[in-house]
């Protein structure tokens, strides 16, 4: 059993930066692949990133590269989002996920995770 927690969302303006992270409860949390993903209002969950166990391999969508920047801590059992230059459509709440194969063939699909934290809200004004 894996429990995730979110933090460092938040109302910010456009252009700014925030990173969010993302603690782990349980053992062997380098062996999990872990990812981001958003929700806005109305609309469905959105995949971001995934990182994998040893963070030897990142992949992200197309509407975030560049920008945001998947990173995680096995020693403190974290993996954070760097999200820069951000825009109102950023604007959702944030979700990380555990996914507990050793490999992820679609890393997009929320059915690939096993493990979901409660989200942290991210407000991105004009």
């Known amino acids: 059993q894996v429990q995730l927690v979110e933090s460092g969302g938040g109302l910010v303006q456009a252009g700014d930066s925030l990173r969010l992270s993302c603690a782990a409860s349980g053992r062997a949390f380098s062996s999990y692949h872990m990812g981001w993903f958003r929700q806005a209002p109305g609309r469905e969950r959105e995949f971001l990133a995934v990182i994998s166990g040893r963070g030897g391999s990142i992949y992200y969508a197309d509407s975030v590269k560049g920008r945001f920047t998947i990173s995680r801590d096995n020693a403190r059992n974290t993996v954070y989002l760097q999200m820069n230059s951000l825009k109102p459509e950023d604007t959702a709440v944030y979700y990380c996920?555990?996914?507990?194969?050793?490999?992820?063939?679609?890393?997009?699909?929320?059915?690939?995770?096993?493990?979901w934290g409660q989200g942290t809200q991210v407000t991105v004004s004009s």
């Open positions: 996920a555990a996914s507990q194969s050793g490999s992820i063939a679609t890393p997009w699909k929320k059915d690939s995770y096993n493990y």
